[in-house]
């Protein structure tokens, strides 16, 4: 159980376009959901934290237009990197965790590349 | 900002020998988990260990914690090819937010 999906598993857009990537967890309801992103051999630093049905918290540093963040379910959440540039180029990863719980689990990663 | 420091940014060991891996942490815990990720994969939990705990085990894993010197240990015994991958430890600031030390890059030499 705890099942995590991530979609697109990669994506490849022009600069100035916008990228959708979803977020679902496939067998528990997620009262939160996190999005990391990760560069390459570093660690995954939080973008932000959505609770369902309400606005995205984000970390210091981490522009609202431009990553925005809506949870619509219990089940879904979306980020969506508006005009992107190459140095939105990471790996994205969301996390899910029910209510109470210690324990996040994790999609498997979206690697966007922005050319 | 990044709360762990892990210790060693990278370590390379033949098949079958142990590897360890240190972390260490800024402020008050109540648990340390630590994760394994495979490469441009999600992560995997690995283990939670509470701050009443010293030391838990599962399967080849053995896991340490001295709160009072704000560090743990990640031990994996007998290992295989498959367990390369990065290993990070977390800990959680405030109700929900997960810090990721840097990690610790493995390699299983077969």
């Known amino acids: 159980g705890a099942v995590v999906s991530q979609h697109p598993s990669w994506v490849i857009c022009k600069s100035g376009t916008s990228v959708k990537i979803e977020c679902r967890s496939l067998d528990f309801q997620a009262t939160t959901m996190f999005w990391y992103r990760q560069f390459p051999k570093q660690s995954l630093m939080l973008m932000a934290t959505s609770n369902e049905g309400s606005k995205a918290t984000y970390e210091q540093g981490v522009e609202k237009d431009k990553f925005l963040i809506n949870h619509a379910s219990l089940t879904l959440s979306t980020l969506t990197v508006t005009s992107a540039h190459p140095e939105d180029s990471s790996f994205y990863i969301c996390s899910a965790m029910w209510d109470r719980s210690y324990e996040q689990y994790f999609g498997p990663g979206t690697r966007l590349t922005v050319t | 900002s990044q709360q762990g420091e892990e210790d060693p940014q990278a370590l390379s060991i033949q098949e079958g020998e142990n590897a360890t891996m240190n972390c260490s942490y800024k402020?008050?815990?109540?648990?340390l988990q630590w994760y394994r990720q495979n490469s441009g994969r999600g992560l995997v939990h690995l283990i939670l260990i509470r701050s009443n705990e010293r030391e838990k085990h599962s399967g080849r894993l053995r896991v340490t914690l001295d709160t009072s010197k704000k560090s743990s240990s990640l031990l994996i015994t007998a290992s295989r090819a498959a367990d390369t991958a990065s290993y990070f430890c977390a800990t959680i600031q405030g109700a929900q937010k997960l810090v990721f030390g840097q990690g610790t890059r493995l390699t299983i030499n077969p």
């Open positions: 402020t008050s815990i109540n648990n």
